[in-house]
């Protein structure tokens, strides 16, 4: 066992909230995360919240709602909305904000990948999801440095109580994903005001804590970035609202794939 398998969540000195670029860049090279609170006005949330509640409930009346069994039990009280892109510009925005964008740049570098950029929403007395890596599809041993970026946007306040993300400190200097048994290793929830983002590095232990709640939900969208050379877990391609990527600014471009460097090319050219 390393020493810093040994240690507990409580012997690991834990960032703050921090809205210094650098330092954000900082905590998520030596803790796996960062957290930056106030990255969302209350006018620009309040759209987004509304935007992704709008898309959730038309999934439901509509029957396509998709349920995320997080304990892989009968837990059905967790929604997924997944292509969010498509269903509003203002995600669009989330994908491109520029202080989200900077960070995942000073992580993985660029250009970069939008693997996906789907919504979570979990419900009253909603279970916890299974404990992983967000790279667990790159073959062991892996990279020196993590080949992913996930942005969490908190639409709700992410509390202890109402199924927060949870991590292990640290988990990220391991350098692999967790074992079985380490399923039910100690965690920490990273709670954060509604409005804040959450950056994690791709090598971090994490899972979605229990909704311990009565009546509230708790809205999360994750916004999924890699190193150009990973396939993406969305076919834009084929889901993609045409509207998207007619209006696209070079970045999105790129984070798309339809403007690429040395993969994806067409006739040898960037098809874009």
Known sequence: MSALEARGPEE???????????????????SGFCIIPNV????RLERVCEALYRAAGEDRARGREQKFRLDYAHDDTNQRVWNVLS??????????????????????????????ISANITGPGGGEMVLHADQIF???PWPANPQGVNVAWCIDDFTEENGATRIVPGSHRLNRKPTPDEAA??????????????????RVWHKT?????QAQRRAGIFAWYTRPIYRQQ???????????????SD????????????????NGKSPA
Do not use: C
């Open 12 to 30: 690991l000195k834990l960032p703050g909230p921090t809205r210094d670029a650098a330092q954000a860049a900082k905590d998520i090279e030596t």
């Open 234 to 248: 969305e076919n834009w391609f084929l889901s993609l609202n045409p509207a998207v990527r007619q209006f696209a």
């Open 251 to 266: 970045e999105m471009l790129v984070l798309l794939g339809y403007r690429t460097e040395g993969l994806g090319l067409v």
């Open 185 to 202: 290793k100690d965690s920490v929830a990273l709670e954060a005001a509604a409005g804040s983002i959450i950056v994690m590095e791709s």
């Open 138 to 140: 790159v073959p062991e």
């Open 87 to 116: 269903r509003d510009p203002v995600f669009a925005d989330l994908v491109e904000d520029p202080l989200a964008l900077a960070l995942v740049k000073s992580t993985i570098g660029w250009p970069a990948l939008l693997g996906n």
């Open 40 to 43: 969302l006005p209350a006018d």
């Open 209 to 213: 804590g229990n909704n311990r709640t």
